[in-house]
T-cell receptor, first 115, second 114 residues
Framework: EADIYQTPRYLVIGTGKKITLECSQT?????MYWYQQDPGMELHLIHY???????EKGDLSSESTVSRIRTEHFPLTLESARPSHTSQYLC??????????????FGPGTRLTVL | KNQVEQSPQSLIILEGKNCTLQ??????????LRWYKQDTGRGPVSLTI?????NTKSNGRYTATLDADTKQSSLHITASQLSDSASYICVVKDRGSTLGRLYFGRGTQLTVWP
């Protein structure tokens, strides 16, 4: 099992609240990713990072922001949550070496519900 | 339009039976194709990976095939067990970008009944 952790696992909050989803990995991976997944739908990349102080937006537009101050930590923040943000958020990481076999290791996910 | 299409969307089989899941993709240029297993409430876990030159790869009771010419892959599960109940996701990686972008299918939801 991959050493990548997400907290909280489940979160139910009211509209307008600020939330931070935590993601940490102990594998020393440089690359980290955030995906959004709705039931029965494919994963969509919303943010990624090549390493410390590097963050980029993914393919799916998201109102969330991320930071990468430490290699092992890649938190995602929503300044003002809305019901449209209700989804599953998956964090992943991989080594930086650009080989064909680089596997992304996924955390267990955070199921967010905004009322 | 999603560049990775999976079928069937869902499948129910009895314990001990075999099944085959399908994946068609249009991603180009192609780097590799992985099958992931995602248990309910968990993150995906890689089962197999195949590159352009590989046409079959096994991992225990899981056997994946790849036809790079027709851009099709299949995942065959033999002697299914209750623990095989999960979503199986086909993921194709392109080699046209530094990031090595991944394209995800929507998954096949497999349910194994006793």
């Amino acid at each position: 099992e991959a050493d990548i952790y997400q907290t909280p696992r489940y979160l139910v909050i009211g509209t307008g609240k600020k939330i931070t989803l935590e993601c940490s990995q102990t594998m020393g991976h440089d690359k980290m990713y955030w995906y959004q997944q709705d039931p029965g739908m494919e994963l969509h990349l919303i943010h990624y990072s090549y390493g410390v102080n590097s963050t980029e937006k993914g393919d799916l537009s998201s109102e969330s922001t991320v930071s990468r101050i430490r290699t092992e930590h890649f938190p995602l923040t929503l300044e003002s949550a809305r019901p449209s943000h209700t989804s599953q958020y998956l964090c992943a990481s991989s080594v930086a070496l650009a080989t064909s076999y680089n596997e992304q290791f996924f955390g267990p996910g955070t199921r967010l519900t905004v009322l | 339009k999603n560049q990775v299409e999976q079928s069937p969307q869902s499948l129910i089989i009895l314990e001990g039976k075999n099944c085959t899941l399908q994946c068609n993709y249009t991603v180009s240029p192609f780097s590799n194709l992985r099958w992931y297993k995602q248990d309910t409430g968990r993150g995906p876990v890689s089962l197999t990976i195949m590159t352009f030159s590989e046409n079959t790869k096994s991992n225990g009771r899981y056997t994946a095939t790849l036809d790079a010419d027709t851009k099709q892959s299949s995942l065959h599960i033999t002697a299914s067990q209750l623990s095989d109940s999960a979503s199986y996701i086909c993921v194709v990686k392109d080699r046209g970008s530094t990031l090595g972008r991944l394209y995800f299918g929507r998954g096949t939801q497999l349910t194994v009944w006793p």
